[in-house]
């Protein structure tokens, strides 16, 4: 089942340095959203991560050409 799924994740990860657990979350994180913005487009995904996490996906002035 997906919840015997996650406690084996849970479990590996826990006997892994916080640096390599981080790298990870990100590596999957990204994974993700690059799969959504190939099914529903760049801009929706740029607004949903917006709504759920203000100011973290948010361009600025400086970052947009």
């Known amino acids: 089942s997906?919840?015997?799924?996650?406690?084996?994740?849970?479990d590996a990860m826990v006997q892994q340095d916080p640096a390599t657990i981080?790298?990870?979350?990100?590596?999957?994180?990204?994974?993700?959203?690059g799969l959504l913005e190939r099914l529903?487009?760049?801009?929706?995904?740029?607004?949903l991560l917006d709504e759920v996490w203000p100011h973290v996906?948010?361009?600025t002035e400086k970052d947009t050409p």
Request: charged share 15%; aromatic share 6%.
């Open 57 to 59: 996906f948010t361009q």
């Open 2 to 10: 997906a919840t015997e799924g996650t406690a084996g994740l849970r």
């Open 22 to 33: 981080t790298e990870a979350f990100v590596a999957i994180l990204a994974g993700l959203v």
């Open 40 to 47: 529903i487009g760049e801009p929706l995904v740029t607004r």
